[in-house]
Nanobody, 115 residues
Framework: QVQLVESGGGLVQPGGSLRLSCVAS????????MGWSRQAPGKEREAVAR???????NYADSVKGRFTISRDNAKNMVYLQMNSLKPDDTAVYYC?????????WGQGTQVTVSS
């Protein structure tokens, strides 16, 4: 059973940066694609970034050029570097792992962008 724990969220001013981290349990982290999604109040959950087991990445248009997803398979970790943050980026951010059986989600970490 896979467990994910996100960290790194907080309050930041517009134009600032944050780095989110996610650590996964188990020793098979490197087999699966990982991703980050976010959900703001009153909105559906939006996938913002994804990285395959080989390191191929893709991003939502809303974050392209500002966010960077990366992973460290040896440490069972995935990261989301967020630059040039905007108030519209305010949301709870969730880490996801795509296993062969099912998708697993973390508890989420709050990111608030406000002046």
């Amino acid at each position: 059973q896979v467990q994910l724990v996100e960290s790194g969220g907080g309050l930041v001013q517009p134009g600032g940066s944050l780095r989110l981290s996610c650590v996964a349990s188990g020793n098979i982290f490197s087999m699966y694609a990982m991703g980050w999604s976010r959900q703001a109040p009153g909105k559906e959950r939006e996938a913002v970034a994804r990285i395959t087991n080989r390191g191929l990445t893709n991003y939502a248009d809303s974050v392209k050029g500002r966010f960077t997803i990366s992973r460290d398979n040896a440490k069972n970790m995935v990261y989301l570097q967020m630059n040039s943050l905007k108030p519209d980026d305010t949301a709870v951010y969730y880490c996801r792992v795509e296993t062969s059986a099912r998708n697993y989600w973390g508890q989420g970490t709050q990111v608030t962008v406000s002046s």
